[in-house]
């Protein structure tokens, strides 16, 4: 387990939210990223909810932002140094958005990125 102390958890997240291409940033619409910094669900590093983009029809209107959660503890605990965790920030930051674009679980896994 590493040691990260919230705040510098945080400015992870962001960076690898700014390492995500231009183009896919792009179409990050209407989605909130929070850091948790409680253990989350057992078993996630991270979450979507929402509507993917794949389901936006245009009936979509007036709703609250989809949320991506990051949870602290449990990345903090799987990794063994600092390098691990930010690799495994950006690993998981790239699934949710994954999900986010549409994309399901099994697809994420086989193009790596879960």
Do not use: K
């Not at 949320?67 to 691990?84: F, K, N, Q, T």
């Amino acid at each position: 387990m590493i040691q990260v102390e919230p705040e510098r958890f945080e400015e992870m997240v962001v960076v690898a939210l700014d390492g995500l291409p231009e183009q896919l940033g792009a179409m990050m619409r209407n989605v909130a990223v929070t850091v948790e910094h409680g253990p989350g669900p057992r078993g996630l590093l991270g979450l979507y909810q929402g509507v993917p983009l794949t389901g936006r029809t245009t009936q979509y209107a007036g709703v609250l932002p989809d949320r991506i959660s990051v949870y602290r503890i449990p990345l903090c605990l799987m990794a063994e140094d600092l390098d691990e965790l930010v690799e495994e920030i950006q690993v998981t930051v790239v699934h949710e958005f994954g999900h986010h674009m549409g994309i399901e679980e099994d697809r994420l896994h086989d193009l790596g990125w879960g």
